[in-house]
């Protein structure tokens, strides 16, 4: 008795892990979506409707040896802080007032998926 007891407090608390899980990517996504991809592209290349008008390309986030050489330290603070803040372009913007540090890491999580989908495909 104590063994099913036991079985159904965990998997019940495995079962309410996965659609988080699954929810964090998807939240990523909307989170690139509103706040990245108008210079980042939709699909993270780097090219997004914003970069006519600019002088730096932006990153690509699907390049997988630029990606690679990027601590998610280094993603979190250009993030939060901007590109000034890891000596990068001073055209990425800080989103420290619009972010919460949550959503930081989560689209730090969802620049990996992307910069992993074009060995994917």
């Not at 407090?9 to 909307?30: R, T, Y």
């Not at 998610?72 to 913007?93: C, H, N, Q, R, T």
Request: include cysteine; charged fraction near 25%.
């Amino acid at each position: 008795m104590k063994f099913k007891l036991l079985f159904l407090i965990v998997f019940g608390h495995l079962m309410q892990s996965l659609p988080a899980q699954a929810n964090e990517s998807d939240l990523g996504k909307e989170l690139y979506q509103v706040y990245c991809s108008q210079c980042h592209g939709i699909e993270g290349d780097g090219y997004g409707i914003n970069v006519e008008d600019m002088e730096v390309l932006p990153k690509d986030h699907t390049d997988i040896d630029e990606m690679k050489n990027r601590t998610d330290e280094d993603l979190f603070k250009a993030i939060k802080y901007g590109g000034a803040a890891v000596d990068k372009s001073v055209l990425m913007p800080n989103w420290d007032a619009n972010l919460t540090d949550k959503q930081i890491n989560t689209l730090v999580s969802y620049l990996r998926v992307l910069c992993c989908q074009k060995t994917e495909k």
